[in-house]
């Protein structure tokens, strides 16, 4: 299989699961706010929830079951710096208000001006983050 045919597949399916989940029960498929949900005090619809994030971690695990890959690739960095990552990326999502998938999938499929922004903003701070981290540190493997 051609590696964008799994990229296209991928897609289609992020696309399917963000717009059941909009028809179904009228919410975005933003992972930082369904996760978030899980934790917050006084949320009433955690099922859902759970079965969502059940399903994003249990998926490449039964990939790699019927495939002997789950197609994520190995470790490329210590684990300090991944932990540092996602405390940053949590910060983001709350200041942002939303995550990668609630305003850069499903925010500018609704042509949300603040998602436009949002996406705009965490896709200009990755790319400077990784040229920063591969070119002027080195890496930091």
Known sequence: ???WLGSLFGGI???AAAVLLMAGL???AGISGIAGGLIRPGVTDRI???AFVLGLVLAPLLLGLLRGDTGIGAVQVALPWMALAGL???I???VGSGCTSGHGVCGIARLSPRSLLATAVFMASGIATVYVVRHLL???A
Do not use: E, N
Request: glycine share 34%; hydrophobic share 45%.
């Open 13 to 15: 399916l992020i696309g």
């Open 26 to 28: 009228g919410r975005i």
């Open 48 to 50: 859902w929830r759970l």
């Open 92 to 94: 983001g999502t709350g």
């Open 1 to 3: 299989m051609h590696p």
């Open 138 to 140: 080195g890496g930091l």
């Open 88 to 90: 940053l990326v949590g």
